[in-house]
Each structure stands twice: as structure tokens, then as C-alpha cells.
């Protein structure tokens, strides 16, 4: 059993940083692959980034390699979206999930969190 709670979101001028945060609860927190997703209006929901937890391998989709950075925090239970040089196209609800194994793919996460609103002005 995992609890996610995401924070950080917000509104930002194009150019600027956000960190997102998601809180977990739960004992097998440690044993899950951590993910970040996205979805905007009218669009389907992406994949951002994701790390694993042994080894920490980690993938950034396309449109954010070089701009973003998946961290975790184990002894404090909490995975981080450090969001920089952000553009208008970044305009999303972005939201953290875990999963047993290791994926880009939505579909094999199990928990879920609420999502924050990021706003990126131009």
C-alpha cells in the first residue's frame, strides 16, 4: 500500500524553475519505481520521467532530457521533478506514480497521486 501527495505546482513565467515534490507513505515505498507524468487539455497523458529503485536508472521523455531531473529521497520517503528553463508547451497537471517495475508506459504503475497544475506564461 502506497499514498502519494504531489506539491510544488504552480504559476511561472517561460524561462523559469519549478521543483515538484511527492510525499509517499506506505513501508514499500523503497521497492517501487517512481514515475512522473503529465497531461494537458485535450491531450493524451505522457510520460516525463521516471527512476528506479535499486539502481536508480532513470528515463526523460524527449521533450524535457536536458531541461529536467527525477530524484528521490529515500530516508525522507519523497521522489522530486526539478523543472527548469520551463516553456508554455510545459503547461500540464503533472502527477507522481509508483510502480513495481521499471516502465514509461502509464499503464504499469499502480498508485497514483492527486496531481499539481503547472502554469507556464509566455
Known amino acids: 500500500q502506497v499514498q502519494l501527495v504531489e506539491s510544488g505546482g504552480g504559476l511561472v513565467q517561460a524561462g523559469g524553475s519549478l521543483r515538484l515534490s511527492c510525499a509517499a507513505s506506505?513501508?514499500?515505498?523503497?521497492?517501487?519505481?517512481m514515475g512522473w507524468f503529465r497531461q494537458a487539455p485535450g491531450k493524451e497523458r505522457e510520460v516525463v520521467a521516471v527512476?528506479?529503485?535499486?539502481?536508480?536508472?532513470?528515463y526523460y521523455a524527449a521533450s524535457v532530457k536536458g531541461r529536467f531531473t527525477i530524484s528521490r529521497d529515500s530516508a525522507n520517503d519523497t521522489v522530486y521533478l526539478q523543472m527548469n528553463r520551463l516553456k508554455p508547451e510545459d503547461t500540464a497537471v503533472y502527477s507522481c506514480?509508483?510502480?513495481?517495475?521499471?516502465?514509461?508506459?502509464?499503464?504499469?504503475?499502480?498508485?497514483w497521486g492527486q496531481g499539481t497544475q503547472v502554469t507556464v506564461s509566455s
Open positions: 506506505g513501508r514499500t515505498f523503497s521497492s517501487y519505481a
Open positions: 527512476i528506479g529503485w535499486m539502481y536508480g536508472n532513470t
Open positions: 506514480a509508483a510502480g513495481p517495475v521499471w516502465s514509461a508506459s502509464s499503464t504499469a504503475y499502480d498508485y
